[in-house]
């Protein structure tokens, strides 16, 4: 393949350097963006790193199933909803994550929730905004699910998502 070829799907950083060139379209293959210089180079490790970052981050989460909520909690072994969020992404050294979900909805990338990826937030929200945060847990069967530290008198754990009202969003690159 050329890498002449005019990109039609640029890079996404959620997914790497990988393009779709006209040439691959055509053939349906999936082909890897040649890094050509140091800036792409860097940018590809940044993004590793972001990556790398959140699986962190996730892993952290799930060690805290069964730790019980509790207002205003942020760990380390109590949690409330941005409690949770906020100790585990800060532990996978994300130093300026809001505390509040309402701030974290703020400060995260919104995306599209066929995008979410596991390790990504999922807000919660109603008429008067954002009243709740998780991390994105997966799909299964077509169910979406939630790690999350539900509300008074329940421990984190993993559910499915019951709403429709609510978005997704990525950690800023």
């Known amino acids: 393949m050329s890498n002449s070829m005019p990109t039609l799907l640029r890079a996404s950083a959620r997914w ?4 779709l060139t006209s040439g691959a379209l055509a053939m349906g293959v999936l082909a890897t963006a040649p ?4 800036a792409h180079a ?3 490790h940044h993004h590793r790193t972001i990556a790398h970052r959140v699986g962190h981050a996730t892993r952290v989460a799930v060690r805290q ?3 019980p909520y509790k207002y205003g909690a ?10 949770l969020t906020y100790f585990s992404f800060r532990k996978a050294g994300f130093k300026h994550i809001p505390r509040t979900s309402s701030a974290q909805a703020r400060w995260a990338h919104h995306i599209k929730k ?3 990826r596991r390790g990504d937030l999922v807000f919660f929200r109603n008429s008067h905004g954002v009243y709740h945060v998780g991390v994105f847990a997966g799909r299964r069967h077509g169910a979406k699910y939630v790690l999350h530290a539900p509300y008074s008198g329940a421990r984190v754990r993993r559910e499915r998502i019951w709403t429709s009202h609510w978005f997704a969003g990525a950690v800023p690159r």
């Open 16 to 19: 790497g350097a990988r393009a």
């Open 65 to 67: 199933k069964g730790d």
């Open 114 to 116: 066929s995008k979410a």
């Open 74 to 83: 942020a760990g380390p072994s109590r949690f409330d909803c941005s409690g």
């Open 42 to 44: 860097a940018t590809s």
């Open 35 to 38: 890094m050509t210089t140091d």
